[in-house]
């Protein structure tokens, strides 16, 4: 079994997913045969990773930061990098995928009731993720803070003394309270769990790191921690792709630009990092608009993402009034194109006759598009390659939708997808749906379609960049971490 440590935050979004993607990275360039692991991820950002052994399905779900941080190990992505992935419908219950297949719906505290089956799957996915592996560096998942769930844990210290993984502590220090929330854990941790922690560090430090030297000795004398390092607010992670919805909050706005490009925040919004290679491009604004505000007339291009939800989230855009300020976008002559989800929202009627994603059997849509959808329990999972038929060019990316989408304007098909033709476009050309997420993350595509927008765009190439940025990251953890420690602790 290959060596192995674990970083678990004092709470969520402290930046474990990118300071593990940043240790891959700078253990594979140390020459090591590194490997991600996250046991359980909730998110609605989803990548496509391939099931071993299984030719018959096109592949299987796991969390996008399990895929970013396979790519900093340059390897391909398992669906046992993550063998749980919870995808929230509603805000008390969610989709439940092991190993990378539907395993059916669960409220939350029936979800719970489930954890002791999910471990087997768990451990069964761990044993597998370190074959030929020299380390494998592990995601928990919020934190071992939260002792009210420590009985049936699978995301932190239950799977940490399960497997005999030491865990080093990341607090957040740009959030405030990181020393209370460091001594803290340590205070109401068992002596089991806290005994897997052989120490911390502090990340998202802003200005000199020199003036932290008393919170370390404060931390020292409430926990006898060692202290790996502390690590400055890391400026290339902004260039790699986000996993969690928490982020939106901080993507409102952006810097003016030659191109406005409006996104809804939709309350299941999945999949938004389709978005990132749009606000690399120096020319383009990416503005992610929250409930309540208006969609702005000064945008050029409306996208509409995925969603987990597409009828929940179709009927929350007219109630937030997007259904008025898009049809304004059109009469004004704007382009919008409708990803996943968001493409069936575009159509005249959304129908769900089995109930798949709640108790609203159907939804009429925005009529953008003359298409109609109706869910089926059959899910598409599959990673793609296509050609865009409005430029002749390349395509890369993924499907993952329930949903048959078919009517008149699906003869103009805005891709081939093996050989299939997929999505729709309006008359005029201006409304484009798709079935394909990442299609934004061809450069040459990009390039084409923000040059018929009147925007120069493309020259970046984005997969490079996001490399760069995982370099850039690593270098910095060298820096400001005493990784040989780390590595060194791994067991």
């Given amino acids: 079994m290959a060596r192995a440590i674990m970083l678990q935050g004092t709470g969520s979004d402290v930046g474990k997913t ?50 970013l941080q396979a790519i900093a190990c340059g390897v391909p992505p398992s669906v046992h990098m993550n063998p749980v992935l919870l995808k929230p419908q509603t805000d008390v219950g969610a989709q439940v995928i092991v ?29 597998k993720v370190g074959e030929g592996a020299d380390l494998v560096i592990v995601e928990g998942a919020g934190s071992p803070a939260e002792i009210n769930l420590r009985s049936r ?5 239950g799977f940490a003394t399960r497997a005999d993984v030491p865990v080093v502590l990341v607090g957040d220090i740009d959030r405030g309270g990181v020393i209370a929330s460091v001594a803290g854990t340590h205070l109401i941790l068992p002596e089991e769990d806290r005994r897997m922690i052989v120490g911390y560090l502090i990340n998202k430090f802003r200005g000199d790191v020199s003036l932290f030297d008393d919170g370390i000795k404060a931390i020292e004398k409430f926990t006898d921690w060692r202290c790996f390092g502390v690590v400055p607010w890391l400026k290339a992670a902004a260039r790699l792709p986000s996993e969690d919805s928490v982020v939106l909050e901080r993507l409102a706005s952006g810097e003016a630009r030659a191109l406005k490009v409006a996104v809804p925040m939709l309350g299941r919004i999945a999949n938004f990092d389709d978005l990132d290679p749009l606000k690399a491009e120096p020319q383009v604004e990416v503005v992610f608009v929250p409930p309540g505000k208006k969609l702005p007339p000064d945008a050029g291009l409306v996208v509409i993402p995925g969603s987990k939800s597409t009828i929940g989230d179709l009927l929350k855009f007219r109630e937030n009034g997007w259904d008025r300020d898009l049809a304004a976008h059109r009469k004004r002559g ?46 598409t999972v599959r990673n793609v390659s296509a050609r ?27 891709a081939i997808i093996n050989g299939a033709e997929d999505g729709a476009i309006s008359a005029d050309g201006k409304v484009i749906g798709t079935y394909m ?55």
């Fill in 18 to 67: 990118v300071l593990v993607a940043g240790l891959c990275r700078a253990a594979k360039k140390r020459g090591l045969k590194v490997r991600p692991f996250k046991p359980q991820n909730m998110s609605n950002n989803a990548a496509v990773a391939d099931i071993p052994g299984d030719n018959n399905h096109g592949g299987g779900e796991i969390g996008r930061a399990q895929w």
């Fill in 153 to 157: 844990d699978i995301a932190n210290m």
């Fill in 99 to 127: 190993q990378g297949k539907v395993f059916g719906e669960a409220r939350a505290r029936d979800y719970q009731a489930l954890k002791g089956r999910l471990m087997d799957a768990v451990l069964e996915s761990w044993g």
């Fill in 388 to 414: 865009s038929i409005q430029f002749d060019l390349p395509l890369e990316g993924y499907e993952i939708h329930l949903g048959r989408t078919t009517g008149p304007d699906t003869r103009r098909p805005s």
């Fill in 437 to 491: 997420h990442g299609l934004f993350g061809a450069d040459g595509f990009r390039g084409k379609f923000l040059e018929s927008l009147g925007i120069k765009g493309g020259d970046l190439d984005y997969r490079a960049e996001v490399e760069r940025a995982l370099d850039e990251v690593a270098a910095e953890l060298e820096t400001h971490l005493d990784c040989d420690a780390i590595f060194s602790l791994a067991r």
């Fill in 334 to 379: 704007g382009h919008v194109v409708g990803i996943c989800g968001g493409f069936q929202m575009l159509g005249r009627m959304v129908r769900d006759p089995d109930g798949i994603e709640g108790s609203v059997m159907e939804a009429e849509g925005l009529g953008l598009l003359d298409v109609e959808t109706v869910m089926e329990p059959e899910k």
